[in-house]
T-cell receptor, first 114, second 113 residues
Framework: DAGVIQSPRHEVTEMGQEVTLRCKPI?????LFWYRQTMMRGLELLIY????????DSGMPEDRFSAKMPNASFSTLKIQPSEPRDSAVYFC????????????FGNGTRLTVT | TQLLEQSPQFLSIQEGENLTVYCNSSSVFSSLQWYRQEPGEGPVLLVT?????EVKKLKRLTFQFGDARKDSSLHITAAQPGDTGLYLCAGVLIDTNAGKSTFGDGTTLTVKP
């Protein structure tokens, strides 16, 4: 199993530009999570999906952030327009539904907004 | 206020020493996980604890879940440089949608050879 695959690994963009992060979850997993990690705030849950449906997006910081899951094997997190304070490592994780199922994380996308 | 408080935040020790890191909360969890994260990678699951008072061992690592399921500890015996990393605890609250984990801020461990 290839694990959770995220792309790109690194993204450097200028303030005001649109950024799209991509995630392919593990096949058979029906829950997908987007997290953001910074030194100041640690790992923050942004949004999660069950069976491709957004369940909780209360962690999405602003309307500039949006996420979609058009099918079971693909999700995107979009920031438009991007700002320097969005600089962070963004992780995607997947699991099977159920509180005791562990999260399987991708290796993250390091976003730098200048 | 952080739901899960981890301590210490940073820990630097010599190879061969023992250490304990803590994960505390005032909330009750249905399960709690410990993850280890290395630079440039995502967190990787070490263990899941479910039952109050449960103790699990993974080679030199011993994990304990508090009787009230509000706290947990991770003890490492004879630490090695390969144990270096960020240790994160994460819990699923009793009355929360299944799968929604809350993470602590982590303990950064450095083991010097």
């Amino acid at each position: 199993d290839a694990g959770v695959i995220q792309s790109p690994r690194h993204e450097v963009t200028e303030m005001g530009q649109e950024v799209t992060l991509r995630c392919k979850p593990i096949s058979g997993h029906n829950s997908l999570f987007w997290y953001r990690q910074t030194m100041m705030r640690g790992l923050e849950l942004l949004i999660y999906f069950n069976n491709n449906v957004p369940i909780d997006d209360s962690g999405m910081p602003e309307d500039r952030f949006s996420a979609k899951m058009p099918n079971a094997s693909f999700s995107t997190l979009k920031i438009q327009p991007s700002e320097p304070r969005d600089s962070a490592v963004y992780f995607c994780a997947s699991t099977t539904t159920g509180g005791r199922s562990p999260l399987h994380f991708g290796n993250g996308t390091r976003l730098t907004v200048t | 206020t952080q739901l899960l408080e981890q301590s210490p935040q940073f820990l630097s020790i010599q190879e061969g020493e023992n250490l304990t890191v803590y994960c505390n909360s005032s909330s009750v969890f249905s399960s709690l996980q410990w993850y280890r994260q290395e630079p440039g990678e995502g967190p990787v699951l070490l263990v899941t604890v479910v039952t109050g008072g449960e103790v699990k061992k993974l080679k030199r690592l011993t994990f304990q879940f508090g009787d009230a399921r509000k706290d947990s500890s991770l003890h490492i015996t004879a630490a090695q440089p390969g144990d270096t990393g960020l240790y994160l605890c994460a819990g699923v609250l009793i009355d929360t949608n299944a799968g929604k984990s809350t993470f602590g801020d982590g303990t950064t461990l450095t083991v010097k050879p």
